[in-house]
């Protein structure tokens, strides 16, 4: 789960499971697995940082310290 914040500054908790892809438009829209879309005021770069730091959290996506081509 990451917080994000709609455009009308209300946060919200989003299950990053959920995010089927992430554009800048010029504002961040996120389109989901089923569908829907919200607009969030964080960067496209800052809900990628968040949904990949979720992932790392629940040993979903390995950390740069344990993938093989990193030093």
Known sequence: M????RLN???FIL?????RYVERCP???ITLTN????M???TLDEV?????????SKNLIPKP???PFTN
């Open 40 to 42: 969030v005021k964080e």
């Open 9 to 11: 500054n209300d946060e």
């Open 65 to 67: 310290e344990y993938l």
């Open 15 to 19: 299950n990053a499971e959920l995010i």
């Open 2 to 5: 990451i917080l994000l914040t």
């Open 27 to 29: 504002d961040t829209l």
């Open 48 to 56: 990628v940082r968040r949904a990949v730091a979720y992932h790392q």
């Open 35 to 38: 569908g829907d879309t919200v």
